[in-house]
């Protein structure tokens, strides 16, 4: 096993690049707040790089997680042709992706504004090297480079910051920082032809890219559905509820951002090495460490901050957001069901398909309960909808997983300090909500 370990930590390594990739846009969000551009221009910025996700982030990540859940570092030569195929399928989506957006612009202008027309151009290039660049830490995690992997994220967020400062105190506008994207975008392809290169890719045979992409589809759809889970939502409360409900709704659904994107790495980076040595006992074991230790993290910081919300949303924003607070403390209850990762098994046994299946049933609880609840709590009933769909989820991804592997629970997860810290968390939750 040791032959196939790195320093520093893969898991580690992913966590703390997919940290510095929300530090990135966190922190530009802050320099570009503070540096006294226009609110329709920073609104500009903004909604361009919400089309970019909103169009890609389904489809990018479900075919860099089948690739992961297929990667064996024994087998080079297949591996390699997956690698290869992968690419092929993101090189081809990237470009009908941004093929499309450009014959749909006018369209798409009224999400953007028509101020867009001016920088359209240049953003279809982004989005299509932006899209082939997400396979880059996929392929450094693959191959075991967490080193690597640390640099690359401490390097994207100091050139993106650093350039984003030069163009606003140089004066400069959106056309600009889109530019600066653009190069940012294309260095990182550059990083990955050569990774690409070292990996001995081949042109892959047309039943291996059909094989993957059918293996894909279904996580890919998941993907799609799960996203849709918050577009449901904000419908929900912007149709019965009116306006100022979805403004305070929308402030307040904002899940920490830490657990999710923690518990995602740690995920991946499991599966892969699942997908290289089989679902062991030793492998178990890790994916409850690194649980362990992503609890003690992630639900104290969920703990003091809906302790907190009541005073830092009036604080922050303004009182009139004061009622937003409630709402994102009931999201923050998600972190419970974000701890547990039946999941992390049944990609690594490329039961994608499952996924699927589940994912449906997960947004059907969601829309009855959110309907139901809406109706006794409002906008938090919406809120409860979400936390119940998503334990409701976990639940049937572990009994499929115990049901076919013979997994028990406590193979996956610390029990009692998951339940020490679910007390403690449901406490500070009762506590702020009857004070």
């Known amino acids: 096993m040791s032959t196939i370990q790195s320093k520093p930590n893969p898991i580690r390594a992913l966590q703390f690049f997919q940290l510095m990739r929300f530090a990135t846009v966190f922190v530009t969000g802050i320099v570009l707040a503070r540096s006294g551009m226009a609110l329709n221009e920073i609104g500009l910025y903004e909604s361009l790089l919400f089309l970019s996700t909103a169009t890609g982030f389904f489809w990018v990540n479900g075919l860099g997680n089948s690739l992961t859940s297929r990667f064996n570092p024994l087998n080079k030569t297949e591996s390699a042709e997956s690698v290869s195929a992968t690419f092929g399928l993101v090189l081809t989506g990237s470009f009908l992706i941004s093929a499309l957006l450009w014959i749909f612009r006018s369209p798409l202008y009224s999400i953007t504004g028509p101020e867009a027309a001016s920088v359209f151009g240049w953003f279809c290039l982004f989005t299509f090297f932006n899209n082939t660049a997400f396979l ?80 894909a589809l279904p996580l890919i759809l998941s993907m799609l559905i799960s996203g849709s889970s918050e577009m449901i939502d904000g419908f929900l409360v912007g149709h019965f509820l009116g306006n100022e409900a979805f403004a305070l709704f929308r402030y307040g659904a904002r899940e920490l951002p830490l657990s999710g994107i923690l518990a995602a790495a740690m995920s991946q980076a499991m599966v892969a090495r699942f997908a290289a040595e089989g679902i062991t006992r030793e492998g178990l074991m890790t994916l409850k460490k690194e649980s362990t230790a992503l609890m003690h993290v992630v639900f104290p ?48 046994l490329q039961r994608h398909d499952v996924i699927f299946r589940i994912s449906i049933f997960e947004l059907s609880i969601n829309v009855v309960s959110s309907v139901i609840l809406m109706r006794w709590f409002g906008m938090e009933g919406i809120a409860f909808g979400t936390v119940i769909a998503f334990m409701a989820e976990k639940c049937l991804l572990y009994f499929y997983v115990k049901k076919q592997s013979g997994i028990r629970l406590t193979d996956l997860l610390p029990i009692r300090i998951w339940l020490m810290y679910t007390l403690l968390l449901l406490l500070a939750f009762a506590y702020t909500t009857i004070r």
């Not at 050139?159 to 163009?167: E, F, N, P, S, V």
């Not at 969920?302 to 957001?321: E, H, N, T």
């Not at 923050?332 to 690594?348: D, E, G, K």
Request: proline residues 3%.
């Open 136 to 215: 880059n830490e996929t392929l450094l995690l693959l191959r075991r480079r967490g080193s690597t992997l640390i640099a690359y994220g401490l390097l994207n967020f100091c050139l993106h910051i650093g350039g984003a400062i030069w163009i606003i105190v140089s004066g400069k506008g959106v056309e600009s920082l889109i530019q600066l994207l653009l190069v940012l975008a294309i260095l990182k392809n550059i990083l990955l032809v050569v990774q690409l290169y070292r990996m001995n890719t081949v042109i892959p045979k047309l039943s291996t890219t059909l094989s993957l992409g059918k293996l």
């Open 301 to 348: 910081v969920s703990i003091l901050l809906i302790l907190l919300s009541s005073w830092i949303y009036p604080l922050v924003f303004s009182p009139a957001f004061l009622e937003s607070a409630s709402v994102f403390n009931i999201y923050a209850l998600l972190v419970i069901s974000r701890m547990v990762f039946p999941q992390t098994i049944v990609l690594a």
